[in-house]
């Protein structure tokens, strides 16, 4: 909260809220011992909808940090049970959880399903009472981030968009990015909610958090691709992909997925788990939504999208990103070669 306070003394005055902002301390990194009010911007009966690999965790590091969480089940009944194990209590649905809370994170696949949570049949919006913080932490188009927080904002409900980064794994830990997006008082009674989950950055306005997400996202997709795209081309030329990791670590073409995550996928002859294709794939149809709302073009994230949506028409949609490789592999050994998952790269 010092930070914050520290990044916003030279803008202009924001009034009493802001005064309120300023006396009020967050909790430390490590939880929140203290789960009793302490004024307005403390909150600390907390709703989750959506439970799933990322929402369970996500839910469990809230309820470790001290706060109350109540769930509802969106997809999941098992992730609501084990959740149930650590003091988790249940809400039959969306707009019962509404009722009981002062604030409802949201993680579903996308803004279908988010709108869905909020204006459905027994929705949010049905049990809102005025003042309820909304914090989606879906990775959707910050179009629609933007539609659903006006939308809210009419039922007299705030909003922050929230999307993180750092996987399952992460959110175990409750070391995640999370990029935020929403006003400047919205962002403070979220950040003691948030801080339970990772580390949250305050990127400016409603939608904001969604972008900078997006932008994640792009460039984790051209890279995956120019990886396999050269690796695949050192493979053909009968280099030793080891040692040419070990020379790229120290080169300009050094990124991380080079360094940590292909050697837990591609190169350890696994595409299970990680992350998803097609859920990579949705975010890059969110971005070129963005892009086309702005008539900005982003050509090489089309291209990127293209490829991907091929690997996922012939099936690998539920493997992890790094699939891509097998669309190069079968250029450059045919079907057999693309597919022997139980062998490291090169090895034929």
């Known amino acids: 909260m010092e930070r914050f306070i520290a990044s916003n003394v030279g803008r202009a005055t924001f009034g009493v809220t802001v ?9 430390p990194l490590k939880g929140y011992p203290e789960a ?6 403390v909150i600390s009966r907390i709703g989750f909808v959506g439970l799933g690999a990322m929402g369970e965790p996500m839910a469990a590091s809230v309820r470790r940090a001290g706060f109350e969480v109540i769930a509802t089940a969106h997809r999941r009944r098992e992730a609501l049970e084990r959740l149930r194990a650590l003091g988790v209590a249940e809400a039959v649905d969306p707009a019962a959880l509404a009722g009981k809370v002062e604030a409802v994170v949201i993680c ?6 988010v709108e869905d949570v909020l204006f459905g049949t027994r929705g949010i919006v049905e049990g809102a009472a005025p003042g309820l913080l909304v914090i989606d932490m879906s990775t959707i188009s910050p179009v629609a981030s933007r539609s659903f927080a006006e939308r ?8 922050v968009d929230a999307p993180v980064s750092g996987g399952p794994a992460r959110a175990r830990d409750g070391t995640l ?3 935020a997006g929403g006003s400047v008082a919205s962002f403070a009674r979220a950040e003691p909610l948030l801080r339970a989950m990772g580390k949250p950055y305050h990127l400016g306005p409603i939608g904001m958090g969604e972008t900078v997400k997006l932008v994640n996202q792009i460039i984790i997709a051209n890279v995956m691709i120019a990886n396999a795209e050269g690796l695949v081309f050192a493979k053909r030329s009968g280099a030793d992909l080891g040692a040419v990791r070990a020379v790229l670590a120290s080169a300009t073409a050094s990124n991380y997925l080079l360094a940590e995550w292909l050697p837990k996928t591609w190169l350890a002859g696994n595409f299970e788990g990680g992350f998803a294709l097609d859920l990579l794939r949705k975010d890059l149809a969110a971005a070129l939504d963005a892009a086309r709302a702005l008539t900005h073009p982003m050509p090489a ?3 990127a999208y293209q490829l991907y949506t091929a690997r996922s028409e012939n099936g690998d949609g539920a493997l992890d990103y790094s699939a891509i490789v ?3 592999e079968r250029n450059a050994g045919g079907e057999a070669s693309a597919n022997l998952l139980g062998q490291k790269p090169g090895v034929q």
């Open 19 to 27: 005064a309120v902002i300023m006396r009020a301390r967050s909790p």
């Open 36 to 41: 009793a009010p302490k004024g307005p911007l």
């Open 108 to 113: 579903v696949p996308d803004a279908p399903q």
């Open 152 to 159: 809210l904002g009419e039922r007299g409900a705030d909003f």
């Open 177 to 179: 990015t999370i990029m």
């Open 301 to 303: 994230t089309g291209l």
């Open 326 to 328: 097998k669309a190069y």
